[in-house]
């Protein structure tokens, strides 16, 4: 008589090994939100009778990048969802996963992972990626020789550890047995360019090993407008939202000035959940700018070249650079000038 060990999760409902690995695989990257509504839609399917619909499922391609973001304030996101689009644009299998949602042993399952994490506080994992972290640094860790992987760190120099959790996902994996594709890469608060020179390094190295998806594979689930906006507004391109109310909700003769703030979304698509962030451009103040200059005696219209763009002097001045903190790269440089 056969032994239950031996036997797969699915052996109960009638699957054979092949359709519990394709299913296992399919399912490996969704979060339980999207779970809960595929069950519901194969219920549904059962219960009409119509599961010879459903769209038949062959073997997809051996090697596909995972993307496993961790991300305390949303730029680890953006920036994973990026490079995703990269990928599907190049027509290269892929998968995006917030930490939070992983498997932890699935690990052992995939050929390229690519980890795309912040650090938190002082050198700590993002809320989203410390199971993930403390996983890989203790004891039940697996080894992992069959996995290549790729680590992209964001940061800031003027923490002392600064892309720290990158650092420790980078050795970690190394010290378990995965092979790095290229070398890590720590990115500054100024990072556009950087983690676009990290997504085309990465994939000019995995392009030929990842194969393109076979046809009958299982087709993405449309989950809304939800899922659409994620993609559609970024960093690069914010959605512009009204202002609708900042109330001050501290005492008259308190020191801190908290405030309730409400932003009108309207046909955005974006929603906001427990745990997601705001991120805020600020503006210099041009009178600060216009002293700055004069004290200088620099033309404010004239045209530099700014990542890779061209933008009056003003311009930068106003939007792109931060005037009124003394960051460490600002006093090295400052140094330099100076003597």
Same mark, same amino acid.
């Given at each position: 008589?056969?032994?239950?060990?031996?036997?797969?999760?699915?052996?109960?409902?009638?699957?054979?090994?092949?359709?519990?690995? #394709?299913?296992?695989?399919?399912?490996?990257?969704?979060?339980?939100?999207?779970?809960?509504?595929?069950?519901?839609?194969?219920?549904?399917?059962?219960?009409?009778?119509?599961?010879?619909?459903?769209?038949?499922?062959?073997?997809?391609?051996?090697?596909?990048?995972?993307?496993?973001?961790?991300?305390?304030?949303? %730029?680890?996101?953006? =920036?994973?969802?990026?490079? +995703?689009?990269?990928?599907?644009?190049?027509?290269?299998?892929?998968?995006? &996963?917030?930490?939070?949602?992983? +498997?932890?042993?699935?690990?052992?399952?995939? @050929?390229? &992972?690519?980890?795309?994490?912040?650090?938190?506080?002082?050198?700590?994992?993002?809320?989203?990626? =410390?199971?993930?972290?403390?996983?890989?640094?203790?004891?039940?860790?697996?080894?992992?020789?069959?996995?290549?992987?790729?680590?992209?760190?964001?940061?800031?120099?003027?923490?002392?550890?600064?892309?720290?959790?990158?650092?420790?996902?980078?050795?970690?994996?190394?010290?378990?047995?995965?092979?790095?594709?290229?070398?890590?890469?720590?990115?500054?608060?100024?990072?556009?360019?950087?983690?676009?020179?990290?997504?085309?390094?990465? %994939?000019?190295?995995?392009?030929?090993?990842?194969?393109?998806?076979?046809?009958?594979?299982?087709?993405?689930?449309?989950?809304?407008? #939800?899922?659409?906006?994620?993609?559609?507004?970024?960093?690069?391109?914010?959605?512009?939202?009204?202002?609708?109310?900042?109330?001050?909700?501290?005492?008259?003769?308190?020191?801190?000035?908290?405030?309730?703030?409400?932003?009108?979304?309207?046909?955005?698509?974006?929603?906001?959940?427990?745990?997601?962030?705001?991120?805020?451009?600020?503006?210099?103040?041009? #009178?600060?700018?216009?002293?700055?200059?004069?004290?200088?005696?620099?033309?404010?219209?004239?045209?530099?070249?700014? @990542?890779?763009?061209?933008? @009056?002097?003003?311009?930068?001045?106003? %939007?792109?650079?931060?005037?009124?903190?003394s960051y460490p790269s600002f006093v090295q440089a400052y140094t330099g000038f100076a003597n």
């Amino acid at each position: 008589m056969t032994s239950p060990i031996n036997q797969t999760p699915g052996f109960a409902a009638g699957l054979n090994d092949n359709q519990w690995t #394709q299913i296992s695989q399919a399912s490996a990257a969704l979060n339980p939100q999207q779970l809960t509504w595929l069950s519901g839609y194969f219920a549904g399917l059962a219960q009409n009778g119509q599961a010879s619909t459903i769209p038949s499922v062959t073997a997809g391609p051996s090697q596909s990048m995972t993307i496993l973001y961790g991300s305390q304030t949303g %730029n680890a996101k953006g =920036v994973a969802e990026e490079y +995703k689009a990269k990928l599907d644009a190049l027509n290269l299998p892929s998968k995006l &996963v917030s930490m939070a949602d992983y +498997k932890h042993k699935q690990l052992k399952t995939e @050929s390229h &992972v690519a980890i795309v994490v912040s650090t938190h506080g002082e050198g700590e994992a993002p809320d989203d990626a =410390v199971e993930l972290h403390s996983f890989l640094g203790g004891k039940k860790a697996p080894k992992l020789d069959g996995l290549k992987f790729a680590v992209l760190g964001l940061g800031d120099t003027s923490y002392e550890f600064f892309c720290q959790t990158a650092k420790d996902f980078d050795s970690r994996l190394q010290s378990l047995g995965a092979t790095r594709i290229i070398d890590r890469v720590d990115c500054d608060v100024d990072y556009d360019e950087t983690t676009t020179a990290w997504f085309d390094s990465l %994939n000019h190295e995995v392009k030929d090993e990842l194969s393109a998806p076979t046809a009958g594979t299982v087709p993405s689930l449309n989950l809304g407008a #939800q899922s659409v906006a994620a993609t559609q507004y970024t960093k690069k391109a914010p959605f512009a939202a009204s202002l609708l109310e900042s109330q001050k909700i501290t005492g008259r003769d308190s020191v801190k000035d908290i405030r309730h703030i409400e932003i009108s979304l309207e046909e955005s698509g974006i929603q906001y959940r427990p745990g997601d962030a705001l991120g805020v451009w600020f503006q210099n103040d041009e #009178q600060l700018v216009a002293d700055l200059l004069a004290t200088l005696e620099l033309n404010p219209e004239e045209n530099i070249t700014f @990542s890779g763009e061209e933008y @009056s002097l003003k311009q930068v001045l106003v %939007n792109k650079l931060e005037l009124t903190q003394s960051y460490p790269s600002f006093v090295q440089a400052y140094t330099g000038f100076a003597n």
